[in-house]
Structures are given as C-alpha cells and as structure tokens.
C-alpha cells in the first residue's frame, strides 16, 4: 500500500517498492501554523521501501514533522528537491514572516539539496544556505532514491530553475501547474513566454495517465490524471502562443 491523494491505496505502478506521501501543510503537518494552513502547500515524500530511504520534496513550515513522519514510516531521509525557490517551497523570508525550510532540514540531516542551476541564486538569498549545501542540476536529469528512479524536469516559466518531478506516473507539478491554472508569471523572474513553452513542449513527455500531484491544494482534489488535466484546464485552451500570451501575459 501507498498513500496517494491523502489516503492509501492499493498501488498498480510498476514499482512495487516506491513508497510515496503527498502531505497538507496546516493538516498532515505545521498543524498549528496559521500561514501553513493558508497556504496550502503540499509537500512530498518518495522512496524506496526496500531500502527505507527517501527524499522530501518542497519541506518547508514544520522540517521537524516532516522527518517524524518519515521516520515513522520506517524510512530514513536522505535528500531533498526543491521546486522553486520561494519561501513557502523551502523557507525564508515571505511578507515579513520567517518561515522554516531547508536550512532548518540541512540542520537537522546532512542531505544534498537538487536545485537547478537557474535557480541557485535565489535559493542562496532566500534560504541562507551555501552551495556547498545544494546538488546543482543543468537541465533535465535522474536522480535515485534508494532503487526508485526521479526524473527532474527543468520547467520554466513560473521562475527560472522550477522544476517538476515524474516518477513512475506520479507527476509532481510544483507551482508550475496545477489542476486548475498554472504558476504565477508576474513575479520576480517569472516569464510568461517560457511557461507556455514548458505546458506544451517540455512536459510533452509526461503520458495521460500519469497522475498529477501539485504544489497547493487550489482545487476540490488533490491530484488527478494528466489527461483531465490537459482536457479540462483553461490553461490548455489557447491553440497557439500568441493566444496563450494574450490570456495569460500578465498572471
């Protein structure tokens, strides 16, 4: 069994030891952090059963719930992802508030931390953290967890590195796209022309039935297949760049 979408699930993927939490902020974690529970972000953690290890995707709010989770899961963290760099991703400073994130994980575990080259900047001034503390990524790549292959997509648009992750049919969108919309372009070193480019080319690869799991609950569900998705997000709707542009320019 899985947990998937919150809950657990008999698991049909062709990896019988991936283990995989998709968890709420304010819910599953940081329960008694306003902001958290705002803010809704999902964080994630995959790994391999077989060798009870495990990466987080996105530990922000609360590090410390996110490593007792794992822990009583039976599975040890050894490494992080981030999608972006803004705070409520990987901690920092967000409108005046302090949040927890990965300098908070790196004191807690010695992991590497992958980031995009793109994004090393900002991750560096919001976090505080070195480069010393961060496995850098040019482009798309594959890590592993234990046996369990992650792909890291390098999708840009809503910032320079974001990133998304594909492992065996889980797709995890990050603030790049959601069930319903897609990342924000009108914030520092978002790019509209680059996120159209990402929706339609880069992400090409990822099939119909993998299943979406993104960055914030913003929709009635918490994950559904690429195929409704592409089918039913007004983001897919403009047939051409110059459409998509004249929609969605100024997010």
Same mark, same amino acid.
């Given at each position: ?9 008999? !698991? ?10 998709? *968890? ?6 940081? #329960? ?11 964080? /994630?953690?995959?790994? &391999? ?5 495990? #990466? ?14 794992? &822990? ?12 972006? !760099? ?19 994980? *790196?004191?807690? #575990? ?27 990524? &040019? ?41 319903? $919309? ?6 520092? $070193? $978002? ?7 990402? *929706?339609?080319?880069? *992400? ?6 993998? #299943? ?5 609950? /913003? ?14 997000? !007004? ?17």
């Amino acid at each position: 069994m899985v947990s998937v979408c919150g809950g657990s699930f008999p !698991y049909h993927g062709d990896m019988s030891s991936l283990y995989f939490r998709q *968890l709420l902020s304010g819910r599953d974690f940081a #329960v008694d952090d306003p902001i958290a529970r705002q803010m809704r972000n999902f964080a /994630y953690l995959i790994g &391999d059963h077989d060798t009870g290890e495990a #990466v987080v995707v996105d530990p922000a709010y609360n590090v410390d719930d996110l490593i007792a989770i794992a &822990d009583a899961d039976g599975m040890k963290l050894t490494g992080a992802l981030a999608t972006h !760099y803004h705070a409520d991703h990987v901690g920092g400073s967000m409108m005046g508030h302090k949040l927890v994130g990965i300098a908070e994980l *790196l004191d807690a #575990v010695q992991v590497p931390v992958h980031v995009q080259a793109a994004e090393v900047e900002f991750v560096r001034k919001v976090t505080g953290v070195s480069d010393a503390d961060l496995a850098i990524h &040019d482009g798309s790549d594959t890590i592993t967890v234990g046996d369990i292959p992650i792909e890291l997509i390098h999708t840009p648009g809503h910032t320079p590195g974001s990133q998304t992750f594909l492992v065996d049919n889980h797709f995890l969108g990050g603030d790049t796209l959601f069930l319903e $919309g897609c990342g924000r372009t009108d914030l520092p $070193g $978002g790019d509209p022309a680059e996120l159209y480019t990402t *929706l339609t080319q880069r *992400l090409a690869h990822v099939p119909d039935e993998a #299943v979406l799991f993104p960055g914030h609950l /913003y929709s009635a569900e918490p994950c559904q297949s690429m195929a409704e998705t592409r089918q039913h997000n !007004y983001v897919f709707a403009p047939k051409s760049a110059e459409q998509w542009l004249m929609m969605f320019g100024n997010n």
